[in-house]
């Protein structure tokens, strides 16, 4: 009997995670450049406990899904968006660290730096790229090309990772490369005025949302129902 509460109280567990994965990825439906998180259960150990009851060792994991989000015009001049495969590339000049994203709404500095909106640099294939403060056109071309006022002031740097589900997460729309080497891609498809969307189906997580709270109020009156055995159980040995 115990050890069905056991197994019912690691299934609440995994569905608890569930849900909150799900909520995430609600709370970022909106979010430019954001990746969906999704699970897989891995079986560790299965077979019948001491009561014949069934039993499961699981592990819960989760990868990101990179699979393209959809294309919304803005006009922006420093909206870009990538079309295919790849991230732009952000550096953090006070760590060094860098990381890469799909979200492409950059603005300047006082200076004139090209920034993402956290205050990184966006890094061009020659280094940080500056927009002059006088400046009257700025004209973002496919390859990456940046011209201001008919004259090149840099390309953004865009790369592009052989297995990018290795990437780590560090907020909501950006990652870091844990050790994974980037290649630059020399003709990518980036589109000026456009942002990318967040990748996340909100029907479809509300629909899972909706299953994994079903699943979570069936184990949970399994622990009501096993809890009543038990205390009629104690109930009838005591009479003794």
């Keep these: 009997m115990l050890l069905r509460l056991e197994n019912s109280y690691q299934s609440m567990t995994s569905h608890v995670r569930q849900v909150e994965r799900i909520a995430n990825n609600l709370a970022n439906a909106s979010t430019v450049g954001f990746r969906k998180d999704r699970s897989f259960v891995e079986v560790l150990a299965e077979g019948l406990d001491k009561e014949e009851s069934p039993y499961s060792t699981r592990q819960l994991g989760h990868w990101v899904d990179q699979q393209q989000g959809s294309l919304e015009q803005t006009g922006g001049s420093l909206d870009v968006a990538l079309n295919g495969e790849g991230f732009f590339v952000l550096s953090d000049p006070d760590t060094g660290a860098t990381r890469y994203t799909r979200a492409g709404h950059f603005l300047t500095d006082e200076e ?3 920034r993402a909106p956290n205050g990184l640099v966006v890094e061009g294939q020659a280094g940080p790229i500056t927009i002059p403060e006088d400046a009257v056109t700025v004209e973002i071309r496919r390859n990456g090309d940046v011209i201001v006022d008919d004259s090149l002031v ?11 589900e290795q990437l780590t997460r560090i907020d909501a729309a950006s990652f870091l ?4 080497e980037p290649q630059d891609i020399d003709e990518p498809a ?18 899972e949302l909706i299953a994994y709270s079903r699943l979570f109020e069936a184990q949970q009156k399994t622990l009501t ?16």
Excluded: C, K
């Design 112 to 114: 004139g730096t090209l």
């Design 154 to 164: 840099g390309t953004l740097r865009v790369v592009r990772f052989d297995a990018p």
């Design 177 to 180: 490369a844990n050790g994974v």
């Design 190 to 207: 980036v589109i000026q005025g456009q942002l990318e969307n967040s990748n996340v189906d909100a029907v479809r997580e509300m629909s």
């Design 225 to 240: 129902t096993v809890d009543g055995y038990l205390e009629r159980a104690t109930r009838e040995l005591s009479r003794f």
